[in-house]
């Protein structure tokens, strides 16, 4: 998979691709919005060319606050978003070329106030969901918040994936309406993070098409 082309898919207008890009920058500039004076820490898993964050980050008043880490296996796809970092004078978002899988690239910067966890659902077995969803109690501040998107095809694991969130001590904040086919959930954390244990990995990347081929 060429994951550089890929994000063009994005750039289709009105695609579902773009709509959830859109709604989770949304989410993300209504969490900054709501968080407290003074610095704050943001990480994303499989940050992919960080349109996310970077997508809101720019134009945003508290994008001075934000200190940022982009975890990312694709070189190509972090050198684009290092670039577009920079161009827009954020020094404090990093992108590192790292599996994302592995919670020792989160050190230092956890618990953040912000945990994006877009496209990654969908690319993984369900146990590794479970897991990874279990792994946010060390990646999110008491207060932070988890951005987190999963498709709703068959079979749907939306309800699934905010049941196992909120038998973690997480609140459902907001999820999509169940006639959207990407849906994008937030939940806050209610409960005191857990220390982060290095060496630790929540999931094995599988890939959309490989699990679809397998049911």
Not at 127 to 150: F, H, N
Not at 185 to 207: A, D, I, K, W
């Amino acid at each position: 998979m060429d994951w550089q082309t890929w994000h063009d898919r994005y750039d289709t207008r009105d695609s579902p691709l773009a709509r959830r890009l859109l709604t989770v920058q949304e989410r993300i500039r209504l969490a900054l919005d709501d968080c407290p004076p003074g610095p704050l820490r943001v990480v994303s898993l499989c940050a992919g060319q960080g349109r996310d964050l970077l997508g809101v980050l720019p134009g945003h008043p508290r994008r001075l606050d934000v200190r940022a880490r982009l975890v990312e296996l694709d070189p190509k796809n972090v050198d684009l978003a290092a670039a577009a970092a920079r161009s827009a004078g954020l020094h404090e978002v990093e992108a590192v070329a790292a599996d994302a899988a592995l919670l020792d690239h989160y050190d230092g910067m956890a618990p953040a106030d912000i945990v994006l966890i877009c496209g990654v659902f969908g690319n993984i077995a369900d146990p590794d969901i479970e897991r990874t969803v279990d792994a946010s109690t060390q990646l999110c501040k008491t207060g932070g918040r988890v951005i987190w998107t999963r498709h709703r095809k068959d079979p749907d694991r939306v309800p699934l994936i905010c049941k196992w969130f909120e038998e973690r001590g997480f609140d459902r904040e907001w999820v999509t309406d169940g006639d959207q086919l990407q849906a994008v959930g937030v939940h806050r954390f209610g409960s005191r993070p857990m220390p982060l244990q290095l060496g630790t990995r929540m999931f094995s990347f599988v890939g959309y098409d490989k699990l679809r081929s397998a049911t």
